[in-house]
């Protein structure tokens, strides 16, 4: 079956970039898009960006716009996620999941979770 | 950006009971309405897609309905492992756009 499995978590301090990385099993990488999702502490859900498997074609959200970059692997199925210019409220879990891209807001699965903390 | 605006925030509710959660978009989204659910610690699961489809292997009390602006979640006799909390988004526009959350709790 389908399946996400993120790298772990990370601490880094104000300024510093990020990398999170997404590894697909189960299914054609390829022929689905992946979506970044965040949550702080306590808040709710963030849309951060997408990207399209086969294209590596990218959209994000105005709050990340010029900080974050997408990418997609396919020679190793794996999509990444880098956050640069950190600043304390990037503090979040950051959360993969696979969708279909057919605007139907079909994103399953998802990958377990990786807790980034920005820190002094 | 398409605002979608989730009520209510919380709610108390006990095993069996009808619980319904509604998604207001700020203007029209067609069809392009998930919801998703999510315990404390785990990431969000996929319940229902395009507004209405059951996700496989998501127990049929889950149902969702509406069209245009105004969306629905009902989940018809509440069981213990429902109490969690529940997210509506839209991937008709960019932004993409999560409502705020409900959190189901016990009464």
């Known amino acids: 079956q389908a399946q996400l499995v993120q790298s772990g978590g990370e601490m880094k301090q104000p300024g510093a970039s990020v990398t999170v990385s997404c590894k697909a099993s189960g299914y054609t990488f390829r022929s689905y898009g992946i979506a970044w999702v965040r949550q702080a502490p306590g808040q709710g859900l963030e849309w951060m960006g997408w990207?399209?498997?086969?294209?590596?074609?990218?959209n994000y959200a105005p709050k990340v716009q010029g900080r974050v970059t997408m990418t997609a692997d396919t020679s190793t199925s794996t999509a990444y996620m880098e956050l640069r210019n950190l600043r304390f409220d990037d503090t979040a879990v950051y959360y993969c999941?696979?969708?279909w891209g057919f605007g139907d807001s079909r994103f399953d699965p998802w990958g377990q979770g990786t807790l980034v903390t920005v820190s002094s | 950006a398409i605002q979608m605006t989730q009520s209510p925030s919380s709610l108390s509710a006990s095993v069996g009971d009808r619980v319904t959660i509604t998604c207001r978009a700020s203007q029209g989204i067609g069809n392009d309405l998930g919801w998703y659910q999510q315990k404390p610690g785990k990431a969000p699961k996929l319940l229902i897609y395009a507004v209405s489809h059951l996700e496989g292997g998501v127990p049929s009390r889950f149902t969702g309905s509406g069209s245009g602006v105004d969306f629905t979640l009902t989940i018809s006799s509440l069981q213990p492992e429902d109490f969690a909390t529940y997210y509506c988004?839209?991937?008709?526009?960019?932004?993409?756009?999560f409502g705020q959350g409900t959190r189901v709790e016990i009464k």
């Open positions: 990207i399209i498997g086969h294209t590596g074609n990218t």
């Open positions: 999941a696979r969708g």
């Open positions: 988004l839209q991937d008709y526009s960019y932004p993409w756009t």
